[in-house]
């Protein structure tokens, strides 16, 4: 799944105050979202990444968003094709990773070759997820209605099974 829906979804959430508009707008693209895109997906629009705190802040985007390319970075399947949320996450799998001399050129390195490869929607969306200021309204009760339709399963197994799983 490319991050442009993701991000249009999460802009669509963004901008309705209804409840089940919202639950419907996130089923629908969990149904779209191949098994293992799942949790990142639902991360994402929960408004948090899956490596948690990573650690960056403005001053490391603005650094990044100015650093030059690097043609040895492999973040990417292919250098004109729009970015998946898979690469996404494992672009930040691997800021996660860098640690000890010179850790934080590399950081700016990776973290400006991601901002590079996407459009300013999904720059600003994914740098509001990065310093978590995510806000659009899916909490975990939407988040968990959503995956109860998507899966067609009761609402209240996939609260238990959230609630068993800490």
């Given amino acids: 799944m490319l991050l442009a829906e993701l991000v249009e979804t999460s802009g669509r959430i963004t901008a309705t105050p209804a409840r089940l508009e919202k639950v419907a707008l996130i089923a629908d693209l969990l149904r779209r979202a191949a ?4 949790p990142v997906v ?6 948090r990444l899956r490596q948690g705190r990573i ?9 990044a968003s100015r650093a030059p390319a690097d043609e040895n ?3 990417f399947a ?3 094709s729009p970015p998946t949320i898979l690469e996404v996450d494992r672009a930040f799998e691997q800021l996660t990773k860098l640690t000890g001399p010179r850790s934080a050129q590399a950081r700016t ?3 400006g070759e991601l901002m590079r490869r996407v459009t300013p929607a999904e ?4 740098i509001r997820l990065a ?7 899916a909490l975990a009760g939407v988040m968990e209605e959503a995956i109860a339709q998507a899966s067609a399963l009761p609402a209240d197994s996939i609260r238990r099974a959230v609630m068993l799983a800490g």
Avoid: K, M, Y
């Fill in 78 to 80: 292919g250098a004109d």
């Fill in 55 to 63: 650690g960056l802040g403005w001053a490391a985007f603005d650094e």
């Fill in 109 to 111: 390195r990776v973290l």
């Fill in 35 to 38: 098994p293992d895109e799942i």
């Fill in 73 to 75: 970075l492999d973040l």
């Fill in 123 to 126: 720059r600003d969306f994914l």
């Fill in 42 to 47: 639902t991360a994402f629009l929960s408004g």
């Fill in 131 to 137: 310093l978590g200021e995510l806000r659009q309204g």
